[in-house]
């Protein structure tokens, strides 16, 4: 055992028994000393390593060179998990957070960099997969908030939200949807800049001095992603407008529906509607899907585009297919 050696926590529920695992696992024992408990390119059995200890384990270590490794596998076997015809839609919307989660684990402990938005790249391949095939939200969307973590389930929801109204407002293009499920997933990534305090307080909480740092994550967010070189304007341009509103009274620009890219249009929307429906440090009593289309409707009088608020109510009023019989 290496105590020099740097490790990075994966969740436990993160990991799926029964799958190959690729790298060595380990148990935190006590600051700086870790012990091994599964080997790489072995079969993972969980429930093994939950007994290994009487207290429960909510995290595994692994190496911080072995990370990428973990994530590109568990994102691969969501891709996997959602093309399947056996499997239960609950099941997939699980994978995906779980895939994600890979995602917002490296920023946290890696950094926003190439390698984060490529992985971010492919967790939205299989939204794109996961929304064509599942059109119904009530089915995917109590298991999208499957983490504790509020911003990772936030973002997973916001972009699979998105995605749906895209497809909703008869969008064909898959590049297209893409950006729109990509811009959905990072499009607060610009909280990851800001001080761990201040995004757990809600807006109310906040000093007016905070409440304006807050407010600069969408150009905090655009920037980081600027800055990678490689990522399309279109989902810059969601990022740093989705606080905007249809009506002019969002942030940083104060534009208005005109002036707004489209595809921020459908994620300004998508971003408020799960702000309502997802508990989070602005939410501690989310609204069901139906409240929270009236809230944004007759309370706020409809601050987003008509277009894809209508398509917004067409998703979540389809009837969830029932078995006969
Ligand atoms: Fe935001
Ligand atoms: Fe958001």
Known sequence: MDTAEVYM??????????????????IRLSEGKFIQVAKANTTLDLSQIKNYKTKSIEYLYVRKDDFSRISAQSIQLAGMMIQRNDVAPEKKATYLTKASSSVFKRMDHIGLDLEMYHNAQQVTEAVITLVETQSQFAVLFGNLASSNDHLLNHSVGVSVLSA???????????????????????????????????????????????????????????????GLGSVPDDVIAIVYEHHENAIGQGYPQRIRDVKMHPLA?????????????????????????????LFIESTLGLPFNKDAFRALKRVIEKEPQRKAG
Not at 9 to 17: F, Q, R, T
């Open 9 to 26: 926590p994966i969740a436990i529920d993160e990991l799926v028994s029964g799958t190959l695992n690729p790298v060595d696992l380990f």
């Open 164 to 226: 749906m109204i895209g497809v909703e407002l008869g969008f064909q293009k898959k590049a297209t949807l893409e950006k729109l499920a990509l811009g959905g997933l990072l499009h607060d990534i610009g909280l990851k800049t800001l001080p761990s305090g201040l995004i757990k307080k809600s807006l109310i909480e906040m000093t007016n001095d905070e409440a304006q740092l807050y407010e600069t994550h969408p150009y905090r967010g655009a920037k980081v992603l600027l």
């Open 265 to 293: 249009k459908i994620v300004a929307l998508a971003d408020q509607f799960i702000s309502l429906t997802l508990i989070g440090p602005n939410c501690p009593n989310p609204k069901s899907a139906r409240e929270a289309l």
